[in-house]
Structures are given as structure tokens and as C-alpha cells.
């Protein structure tokens, strides 16, 4: 069998978490409570809506990921929105050391 060994600031603050915990006088059953909803109870779609945080609308992206516009030309433009184009000083910062042409 393996014992680990326990830190002695481990052991204190557990014991302080011990001491502070408030064991209530009358019997009550244990309910778990969503604080995220008004009623309590976590549901699927409020756990979604609580992780998904609101992204702003893009104007910009709209047109640029426009049917009229090549695909090719609207990946350029997001990389450029993005500031993703691979130039020389940005492929340095990733690790990838080339000789510039």
C-alpha cells in the first residue's frame, strides 16, 4: 500500500475548512442548486447558454463571406481581419525560421 505524504499547510487549511463548515440543527435533504436559472434546476440548454459566451455581429464578415466574392479572395481578407497572413516576422513568432525569397 502507498501513503502519501501530506503537507503540514495542507492538513492546517483542512482543518480550518473543518472548522468554518456550519452543520445545520435540523434535518433538511441536500438539494443541488443551479444558480444560473431563477428556479434552481439545471437544464441542458441554460448549462449551453451559460458556456456560449455572445460574439458581436461582424459587418464585415457578411460581406466578405459573400457568395459573389471566391472563396480564396474572402480566406485572404479574414486572414488579413485576423492578422493571420503568414509574412516573415509572423512565422518567426510560430517557431518556423525560413530564408526569405
Not at 466574392?69 to 492578422?83: E, G, T, V, Y
Request: aromatic share 8%; hydrophobic share 40%; net charge neutral.
Amino acid at each position: 500500500m502507498v501513503y502519501f505524504r501530506k503537507s503540514s499547510s495542507y492538513v492546517s487549511q483542512s482543518v480550518l475548512l473543518v472548522q468554518q463548515a456550519t452543520i445545520p440543527l435540523e434535518m433538511k435533504k441536500d438539494l443541488l442548486l443551479w444558480n444560473h436559472t431563477t428556479h434552481g434546476e439545471m437544464e441542458l440548454k441554460n448549462a449551453y447558454a451559460f458556456t456560449i459566451q455572445p460574439q458581436p455581429d461582424l459587418l464585415w464578415a457578411k460581406i466578405i463571406w459573400s457568395p459573389d466574392i471566391p472563396p480564396l479572395k474572402s480566406l485572404s481578407a479574414w486572414r488579413l481581419m485576423h492578422d493571420k497572413i503568414p509574412t516573415d516576422e509572423k512565422l518567426l513568432e510560430r517557431g518556423c525560421h525560413m530564408a526569405s525569397i
